[in-house]
């Protein structure tokens, strides 16, 4: 990997980069530096693949220049503005969703592998939605190998062993900004969470708070439960997500999706459409981002998720603070210990999907497909890494992988606040500290309270005179926690659900086992 360090005055890419670099993944390292906009204005044919329409939208109202391809737009239309482009002696600059670069290929005007410089924006959507966007993101990765130019653009990479498999070779650029000042991350843990989002809307409506909430949750049903439950006053609150017959079910006639990003209501709510490439301005605008254990596609990656929503806005004079409401997760990713445990379950999901393709092979083709068809509808084929290349199946790796990403985030980005603290600060976040444990005589705390706000406290490097008396507080009050901390790691005590009697049989286990360590 190649690494660029930006000097104090770098404020955009281009006066870092002249151009895009070709054949490479870039990993531009931060949002709002007009890394798309350089392209846009290089002298240079290129077409700028995104995931989503409103990325389109939103450029092009920036960038007359732009041809916006996406929806119905054939290549017969495509054709004929190329054609305008050319005949005025201007470079062809198209935008175009990952679902329509096939009609691309398909003009005459110009051989757009050859004469076009490609730009796959936002690339780690095609990991994050490798498996309900399959077929799209196959074809693309497939089509973006006949260019002669590409680049793979995002401010998030996707480190070594989460990367697609068509992608593992490329060379990385990453370019650093250690000049600019740190996002404040202020940590909102709650058991249940769309409870949290209606009270602090509520307190918004009556003056008590101030700004423009900015909500990002990838779930229009939790949306519209939430606004439904507040009966609120339309005029007051906007909701921009993909615009579909079943997300407007959902949302009723009295809720309208939104496709304008330039004017910002009190309330505004904002699913995946928006997470990326979207420019949001707002003077007023506050960011507050929603993990929701309960919904796991809304259980956003810190490392790669996060930066890209907390660039969202512009111009807000709040630009530097993010509210994250989360909680720790329960589900089919917590069933497993550590990442060993998980990957040796992986292996195993891979051996079962490949025997399962020799056995359909064994059929003849009628009864394969039939066969397929319904272990897709029962089962999920992805569930075993497979997906559909009728009459057979076959083995997808992009699957698994994908899994093990998944695995990450759910598992153990969110398995505590501990684990969801040290990865902002890992990902270079300031996270707001008000940690404190209400502890008074007769009133009793769980252990795992005690225990999860100890060992924050213990792995702060520089605590505060507060901090530390809390500390001598906690093991005033349970000597068992000062215990758990030094005998076990936060992943032994989450093991056994912070019973009192299992951590004290692990400690002793863990005493016995050093005593015989020579």
Not at 57 to 71: A, D, F, L, M, P
Not at 157 to 179: A, C, F, G, M, Y
Request: hydrophobic share 35%; glycine share 4%; with cysteine.
């Amino acid at each position: 990997m190649k690494v660029i360090i930006t000097k104090p005055g770098d404020r955009y890419l281009g006066h870092v980069l002249k151009e895009l670099p070709s054949n490479t993944i870039l990993d531009k390292g931060m949002t709002g530096i007009g890394a798309t906009t350089l392209e846009i204005e290089a002298d240079r044919h290129s077409i700028i693949a995104v995931p989503f329409v409103n990325m389109i939208k939103n450029k092009g109202e920036q960038h007359s220049n732009i041809i916006r391809v996406y929806g119905d737009m054939t290549s017969q239309d495509i054709q004929h503005e190329v054609y305008l482009k050319l005949r005025s002696k201007s470079y062809v600059k198209i935008m175009v969703t990952y679902d329509s670069l096939y009609k691309l290929l398909e003009i005459s005007a110009i051989d757009v592998t050859k004469e076009c410089f490609l730009l796959i924006d936002e690339y780690h959507i095609l990991l994050l939605q490798y498996m309900f966007r399959n077929k799209a993101i196959v074809k693309l990765l497939e089509l973006a190998k006949k260019f002669e130019n590409v680049c793979y653009m995002s401010a998030t990479s996707l480190t070594d062993n989460i990367q697609l498999e068509e992608l593992k070779d490329l060379p990385v650029l990453r370019i650093d900004w250690p000049h600019f000042s740190n996002i404040k991350i202020h940590i909102h843990e709650a058991k249940y969470v769309k409870a949290v989002i209606r009270n602090m809307i509520e307190k918004r409506i009556k003056g008590k708070e101030y700004g423009n909430y900015h909500i990002f949750y990838n779930s229009v049903y939790s949306i519209a439960q939430i606004i439904r439950k507040l009966k609120m006053d339309p005029n007051n609150v906007k909701v921009v997500c993909r615009d579909s017959p079943e997300n407007r079910k959902k949302l009723s006639s009295k809720y309208p999706i939104s496709k304008n990003l330039l004017e910002a209501k009190l309330i505004n709510f904002y699913t995946s459409t928006a997470f990326e490439g979207c420019d949001i301005y707002d003077t007023e605008g506050r960011i507050f981002i929603v993990s929701d254990p309960n919904t796991e596609h809304t259980m956003n990656d810190i490392a790669i998720t996060i930066p890209q929503i907390c660039g969202r806005i512009r111009n807000s004079k709040y630009i530097d603070e993010i509210y994250h409401i989360c909680s720790p997760t329960n589900g089919r990713y917590t069933k497993h210990k550590n990442l060993d445990s998980f990957i040796e379950y992986v292996s195993n999901t891979e051996i079962e999907g490949k025997e399962q393709i020799v056995l359909w092979d064994m059929w003849p083709d009628i009864k394969k497909e039939r066969a397929i068809n319904d272990y897709d509808i029962l089962n999920g084929l992805c569930n075993i890494y497979l997906r559909k290349n009728l009459p057979t199946a076959i083995y997808e790796p992009n699957f698994r992988i994908h899994d093990i990403h998944n695995y990450m985030v759910v598992s153990q980005m969110y398995s505590s606040k501990i684990a969801i603290l040290k990865e902002h600060e890992k990902n270079g976040f300031v996270v707001s500290r008000s940690i404190s444990v209400n502890i008074k005589e007769g009133r009793k705390i769980s252990f795992e309270t005690a225990y999860s706000t100890y060992c924050i406290l213990r792995d702060i490097v520089k605590p505060t005179e507060i901090e530390l008396n809390t500390i001598d507080k906690i093991e005033l009050y349970d000597k068992l926690v000062a215990d758990a901390y030094k005998w076990l790691s936060p992943e032994k005590v989450r093991a056994v659900r912070y019973r009192r009697t299992a951590v004290n049989k692990a400690i002793e286990r863990q005493k016995k086992l050093e005593r015989f360590i020579p």
